[in-house]
């Protein structure tokens, strides 16, 4: 499995990104596609996920209503992450992953497969 991660950059407090992930080699159909992130000092921590079907998502409490993650119709391994409102707290490194999208499993500890981690910046 390979993970190809896009997005990220600088922007400014209240302003959106958009974080894309493509996945090849991906077999199973019971597991997800998401992401997770770093903050300096931090553990990693689950941020969202969604599962292979589209009809589960998972986002973690200090992101949801800013944050949709979404498959792509035409590319089902490729997932976006919409990132509106975005604040000074949501700075991290965001890595793209595989794993069983739920609020228990959705974190570094279940994680099956990483990609390559992508900087989101937010500050004014």
């Known amino acids: 499995v390979q993970l190809q991660a896009s997005g990220g950059g600088l922007v400014q407090p209240g302003g959106s990104l958009r974080l894309s992930c493509a996945v090849s080699?991906?077999?199973?159909?019971?597991?997800?596609i998401g992401w997770l992130r770093q903050a300096p000092g931090k553990q990693r921590e689950g941020v969202a996920c969604i599962s292979t079907t589209g009809e589960k998502t998972f986002y973690a409490d200090s992101v949801a209503g800013r944050f949709t993650i979404v498959r792509d119709d035409n590319a089902k391994n490729t997932v976006f992450l919409q990132m509106n409102n975005l604040q000074p707290t949501d700075t991290a490194i965001y890595y793209c992953?595989?794993?069983?999208?739920?609020?228990?499993?959705?974190?570094?500890?279940?994680?099956?497969?990483w990609g390559q981690g992508t900087q989101v910046t937010v500050s004014s």
């Open positions: 080699g991906f077999t199973r159909d019971y597991l997800g």
């Open positions: 992953a595989t794993g069983v999208c739920s609020r228990p499993y959705w974190r570094a500890t279940y994680i099956d497969h």
